[in-house]
């Protein structure tokens, strides 16, 4: 019987050291499952902020390139609507120009005309012809233009533009801030 107490003690003691191991086993699982749980938590709460800076960043570049997208709808209205002004005013140049401002270039550029040749519009040929050789100068020939002329020196190697083309684009150039100004205020 003796035997039979030992071996049950042997039993008791290796039943209480199962019971002991498991009970650490689950202490043990307790903390890492908790541990797991932390670092899970941790990692979710990252990828949500990161998908939030990323959808932020996303919002941002959007409304970003609609804002690019209309100013460049609103710049190309713009610039066809100063072509518009600008198309127009040539026209209405061109239908006051006369005779008599073509002589009055002609006159302050007497220097230039002397032995030289002036071209101008087929609308104005007549009105060159007739008087260029009051000063000195001949007729070139025909170019394309709303008025005005151009004057070649004898040599052909220097030409002065008077044409309206050129006249208006040197205003237009100049005072272009001002139209836009007047027209889309001073954004």
């Known amino acids: 019987m003796a035997l039979d107490k030992v071996i049950q003690a042997i039993l008791d003691d290796g039943k209480k050291e199962a019971e002991r191991i498991l009970a650490e086993g689950r202490t043990e699982r307790g903390k890492i499952i908790g541990e797991a749980k932390k670092e899970g938590e941790m990692i979710r709460k990252e990828r949500s902020d990161e998908a939030e800076r990323y959808v ?3 919002r941002t ?7 690019i997208d209309s100013k460049k709808v609103v ?3 713009q610039k066809e609507s100063l072509d518009d002004v600008y198309n127009r005013a040539l026209k209405r140049l061109s239908e006051k120009w006369s005779g008599t401002l073509i002589e009055n270039i002609l006159r302050q550029k007497f220097s230039e005309v002397k032995d ?3 071209y101008s519009n087929e609308k104005d040929r007549a009105t060159v012809e ?3 050789g009051t000063y000195g100068g001949r007729f070139g020939g025909v170019i394309e233009c709303a008025g005005g ?5 004898r040599d052909k190697t ?3 533009d008077y044409r ?3 006249i208006l684009k040197d205003v237009w150039d100049e005072s272009v801030i001002e139209v836009t100004s007047l027209l889309w205020g001073k954004d």
Do not use: D
Request: glycine share 4%; net charge positive.
């Open 56 to 58: 932020t960043r996303m």
């Open 61 to 67: 570049q959007e409304t970003a390139r609609a804002e």
């Open 75 to 77: 710049l190309k209205a």
């Open 116 to 118: 030289g040749l002036v």
């Open 130 to 132: 007739r008087i260029v």
């Open 149 to 153: 002329v151009i004057i070649e020196n």
């Open 158 to 160: 220097v030409r002065t």
């Open 164 to 166: 309206l083309e050129t």
